[in-house]
């Protein structure tokens, strides 16, 4: 048990309350009140009961150190992000918020630090340096570093949705038949199948079943910041491995193209043979979206332009999900709700038809 002792030194009155922590270390801490002293003792023995009790000397470790420390420990990432995320940390919380002990940061430190980002970074950029500072700060409470994350639950810039742009088919005709006519086919599957950019860029020939009209998604590309190269990986979510099935029109445009080609190789490369990059979109989506009289086209949009195409085909919620690779259908609703028909109208009928049936059936036992 936490014990209190009074002492006096040079006429000045304090208390010191003697503990042992978790590990059976001796601790001490002083106070000016007695009342504040009892008041520490007995949080102390019930976080030592509980299984919450904190080191306090852990959350003098600065921010920087324990970042370094814990990004040892994220499994899962792609070098991809982790080097964004290194890159968004040295530029925007090493020589700031970085320089702070962890028991430091607190909601104002936080909001601060937030308040100056929004002022010269654009929202959903301050948002992401939110999040790996959020990160770090949740590892540190799992750690044991500190009891709580206060940084959590400040204001945060809204950010913008851009609005989708949703081709019809004859639009999506236009757009491939403006492009280079070695991706003529990327438009078509793209727009028909709903895959990401890094998705489509990283589809090999095996990967897609002629015969069954589907594709299997289990590979992606990701360019990584600060160097010339691609790398190929797992889509982005769990539930981006996906088998997406193909209408007749695109198939029909993909026999003649893929069928020679080996299993392995890529189906869409550069004009030299080399893996697709960011660079796809000035060289060859541009000019092609200026030609079909679409500007400001997105290559993303086409695959916004396949889920609805597949809502107004009439396709179940939950097969829209799992064709685009979403997690759950409450985020197709959420996105694309408003392309949905109103299913009142239908329902309603079908209520109508049952109870004339039901009406018919009591007369019937009356007559």
């Given at each position: ?14 208390y ?77 919380a090493?020589?700031s918020i ?17 308040s ?16 790996i ?41 236009t757009l ?13 599957t793209?727009a ?6 890094g ?17 299997d ?16 990986g ?10 997406v ?5 695109v198939?029909?445009e993909?026999?003649?193209e ?23 979109r ?5 000019p ?29 919620n ?31 009928a ?5 109870s ?6 009591v ?5």
């Amino acid at each position: 048990m936490a014990a209190i002792q009074k002492r006096i030194r040079n006429g000045k009155t304090s208390y010191r309350v003697r503990y042992r922590d978790p590990t059976h270390t001796q601790r001490s801490k002083s106070f000016d009140r007695r009342i504040d002293a009892e008041r520490f003792a007995r949080t102390v023995e019930v976080e030592k009961d509980s299984g919450t009790w904190v080191d306090p000397t852990a959350g003098r470790t600065l921010l920087n150190d324990w970042r370094a420390d814990f990004i040892r420990t994220e499994i899962g990432l792609r070098d991809s992000t982790r080097r964004r995320d290194a890159s968004f940390w040295h530029a925007n919380a090493e020589t700031s918020i970085g320089r702070l002990p962890l028991s430091a940061i607190d909601y104002s430190t936080a909001q601060s630090w937030v308040s100056d980002l929004t002022d010269r970074l654009a929202p959903a950029t301050v948002l992401k340096n939110y999040q790996i500072l959020s990160k770090t700060l949740n590892g540190a409470v799992k750690a044991g570093m500190i009891p709580a994350n206060r940084a959590s639950g400040i204001q945060l810039p809204s950010i913008e949705v851009k609005e989708q742009h949703f081709l019809t088919p004859p639009e999506v005709n236009t757009l491939a038949e403006s492009i280079d006519p070695r991706y003529r086919t990327l438009v078509l599957t793209m727009a028909y199948g709903g895959l990401r950019r890094g998705e489509a860029f990283a589809l090999r020939r095996s990967r897609i079943d002629l015969m069954r009209r589907h594709l299997d998604v289990v590979e992606a590309t990701s360019e990584v910041a600060g160097t010339s190269g691609v790398q190929f990986g797992p889509p982005k979510t769990k539930a981006g491995h996906r088998q997406v099935p193909l209408p007749r029109v695109v198939i029909d445009e993909l026999i003649p193209e893929i069928a020679p080609m080996e299993p392995h190789q890529l189906v869409w490369t550069s004009p030299n043979g080399e893996v697709l990059r960011s660079s796809f979109r000035s060289r060859f989506w541009m000019p092609a979206v200026k030609r079909a009289g679409l500007d400001g086209l997105r290559l993303h949009d086409l695959r916004h332009t396949a889920v609805s195409l597949w809502i107004h085909a009439g396709a179940h919620n939950k097969a829209v999900a799992k064709w685009a690779g979403h997690a759950s259908v409450a985020s197709v609703i959420d996105r694309y709700g408003h392309l949905m028909p109103d299913t009142a109208d239908p329902v309603m009928a079908a209520l109508d038809a049952m109870s004339t049936t039901a009406d018919a059936q009591v007369i019937g036992l009356h007559g």
